[in-house]
């Protein structure tokens, strides 16, 4: 049997189901190809934040999209829900992020006194807003702005609502040989026969380097392991996101917190260990000490998709035809998700889209390797 479709999509996580969800939206007949099942990769590991505000310290091209992917959540968040039925519990309970150290305290302050949308509290405030906070601190910024979503909810939806625009998703369908067949097509195999798709956009989240290589191009994307697990609190409810360091506390709609999240370059195995946990509840008990008391429910882990500057590839190929990319969103990708969507959109559509985004997501942008 011969399947054709406008867009073959490989990968089937945040960014694969964003980018299919603005294509199906434009008309585009669009067909996900999944190994797994969706949101299997490490889209459904992620704690779901929308920090562009906590992620991000400089105000560039890179922090100017993220904050645009963030404002889009609320259209998407209400079109979703009348599309699809599936509520994405898009919430803005704020971000807190601690100082421990004077010295923090004083880079923390620095910040609020440059950034309109991010506010100093002194120690009290900190521990007014969240009084199981360790006493332990100087103060904190308050990002009342960064809110968060369910990634696995949002998965589902996307995926439900490309199904209502006519497209086409297909779990358990790894996309093995890819052939670009001259003049206008390529093909693809997967799950037993070979599906002709007009256009290509490789969504692969950490395997995008292995799929690159199959059209021809070389763009490295590598595995940063992150473990997180999460708790039911013994008698209390965390108000906001709390943020110090490398560790981060999320509280989520029934009440449970997220621990998150380890970070381990080069690491394939996603699979949580002793070590991670251990190191994630020192941490996590050291920044609210009340949380040792809290039951355990789970721990998981996920493979985040990096390039060797951090940034994420979102292009359409300069000499193939039809081809476009749209991977390695790192830390970020929930965050991202709906401005990359629109964007490969744009691009495919042949839409203007911001020069500052064309020149630093492309494929032959230059490199800075991140440390
Ligand atoms: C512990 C952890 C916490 C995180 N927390 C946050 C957060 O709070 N906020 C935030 O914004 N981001 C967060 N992230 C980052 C975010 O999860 C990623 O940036 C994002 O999920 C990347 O999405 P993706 O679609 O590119 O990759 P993935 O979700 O990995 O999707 C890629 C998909 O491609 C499929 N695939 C690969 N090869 C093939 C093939 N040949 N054929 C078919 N299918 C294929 C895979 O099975 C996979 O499902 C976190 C990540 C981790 C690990």
């Not at 609210?288 to 998981?300: D, E, L, N, S, T």
Request: hydrophobic share 40%.
């Amino acid at each position: 049997m011969r399947t054709f479709y406008d867009a073959g999509i490989v990968g089937g996580g945040v960014i694969g189901l964003m980018s299919a969800y603005f294509l199906s939206k434009a008309g585009i007949k669009v067909a996900v190809f999944e190994k797994g099942k969706i949101g299997c990769g490490a889209s459904s590991a992620a704690a779901g934040m929308l920090g562009a505000h906590t992620e991000t310290e400089r105000a560039d091209a890179f922090f100017r999209f993220a904050e645009e992917s963030a404002s889009l959540y609320p259209g998407l968040s209400a079109g979703l829900l009348e599309e699809t039925g599936i509520d994405i519990q898009l919430v803005y309970n704020g971000m807190l992020k601690l100082a421990m150290t004077a010295e923090e305290a004083a880079s923390l302050r620095d910040r609020a006194g440059k950034e309109p949308d991010v506010e100093w509290l002194s120690r009290d405030s900190v521990l007014k807003k969240e009084s199981n906070l360790t006493e332990d601190l100087q103060g904190g910024l308050f990002i009342a702005k960064d809110g968060q979503v369910s990634p696995s909810a949002l998965c589902r939806a996307l995926a439900r609502a490309v199904q209502i625009n006519g497209g086409t998703i297909l779990e358990g369908a790894a996309a093995g040989r890819i052939q670009r067949a001259e003049p206008s097509h390529y093909e693809v195999s997967a799950a037993g026969e070979t599906h002709y798709c007009e256009a290509l956009v490789i969504t692969g989240g950490t395997w995008s380097g292995q799929l690159f290589g199959e059209v021809g191009i070389s763009a490295p994307v590598h595995p940063v392991k992150g473990e997180c697990l999460s708790i039911m609190p013994d008698g209390f409810r965390l108000a906001s996101t709390v943020f110090h360091e490398s560790c981060y506390l999320v509280p989520k709609s029934d009440g449970s917190i997220i621990i998150g999240a380890t970070m381990e370059e080069g690491n394939w195995r996603a699979e949580p260990t002793i070590q991670g946990m251990s190191s994630l509840m020192e941490k996590a008990v050291s920044i609210m000490p009340c949380i040792k008391k809290g039951v355990f429910q789970k721990a998981w882990a996920g493979l985040r998709p990096a390039a060797s500057d951090a940034k994420p590839y979102i292009f359409k190929h300069e000499g193939m035809k039809n081809l476009y990319a749209a991977t390695g969103h790192y830390r970020n990708g929930i965050l991202l998700a709906p401005k990359t969507g629109e964007m490969v959109r744009d691009l495919f559509l042949n839409r203007p889209v911001k020069e500052e985004y064309e020149r630093e997501f492309g494929l032959n942008r230059r490199t800075e390797v991140k440390s």
